[in-house]
């Protein structure tokens, strides 16, 4: 799994947690050296590409300064993170209300994404976002209340008919929530669990084979990280095996996960 963050010095990182026995992480790797002006609030999954002969090629979204940005920046590979080009397209104002920022990408998906964020009072957003002309373009495509108690957001799921999200709440419980594509924006909550998960603020996922999902809690109050393999969704029937606590400390202010623009989509409900 690749653990991202945001620096207090406004980096973007890349810390690797091998699902090992017992669990190992690599040094952090610097992505990308300071490339916001302001401190960032909330941060999108990443994409990284290496296919630009000298350069990587990073994508995703940050708020910052209560702005949405669209992120695009290149970096020179073997210099810890360097900036050669830096698009941060300003999407909207209005984000200091929102506390969760959730990408759905995928390499089959092409240019199109979906993203989601849930603001203070509990109401999802959901917007579908599309490449004209090189710039992105950002859609309306519903929202829906009902989910105040939730405090940490993640993707485990992305099809071409509907995303799911794994959340905590703040009463310990941990659910899914599909959303359909279909408009209206209609989720459809279970639950995987009903208690013990309120300790998490930040919840990161990778594909683990064909069904599963590596699933990486934060918890931010204490800078500590656990690992859980968790099999195909299915309600409270759903396999989670806890793999441990990770070394080291997680305590930069924002959290994300990084993608590969090669790997398959999640496929975890």
Not at 154 to 162: K, V
Request: with cysteine; glycine share 12%.
């Amino acid at each position: 799994m690749q653990a991202g963050s945001v620096t207090a010095g406004k980096d973007l990182v890349d810390k690797y947690v091998n699902a090992t026995s017992p669990i190992s992480v690599k040094p952090v790797d610097t992505m990308a050296k300071q490339p916001f002006s302001g401190a960032v609030a909330l941060s999108s999954e990443w994409v990284w590409d290496d296919d630009f002969d000298d350069n990587t090629a990073l994508t995703g979204d940050v708020v910052t300064g209560g702005v949405l940005y669209d992120g695009g920046l290149l970096t020179q590979k073997g210099t810890d993170g360097k900036v050669v080009s830096n698009q941060m397209t300003r999407i909207g104002g209005g984000w200091n209300d929102f506390r969760t920022l959730t990408k759905s990408w995928s390499a089959d998906g092409g240019s199109n994404s979906r993203t989601y964020a849930l603001r203070n009072d509990g109401v999802l957003y959901r917007w579908f976002v599309s490449e004209v002309n090189g710039k992105p373009v950002w859609r309306s495509a519903g929202s829906y209340a009902g989910f105040a108690s939730v405090k940490a957001v993640a993707l485990i799921s992305r099809t071409s008919t509907y995303d799911t999200l794994l959340a905590t709440t703040r009463g310990g419980a941990l659910y899914t929530i599909r959303i359909p594509l279909t408009s209206p924006m209609k989720p459809v909550v279970k639950a995987l669990r009903t208690s013990t998960w309120q300790g998490f603020e930040s919840l990161l996922t990778t594909r683990c084979g064909q069904y599963g999902t590596l699933l990486l809690g934060i918890d931010k109050d204490t800078g500590s990280a656990y690992l859980y393999a968790v099999g195909h969704a299915n309600g409270t029937a759903t396999v989670i095996n806890s793999l441990g606590k990770v070394p080291g400390t997680f305590d930069d202010p924002v959290n994300y996960s990084w993608a590969s623009f090669v790997d398959p989509p999640l496929n975890g409900e």
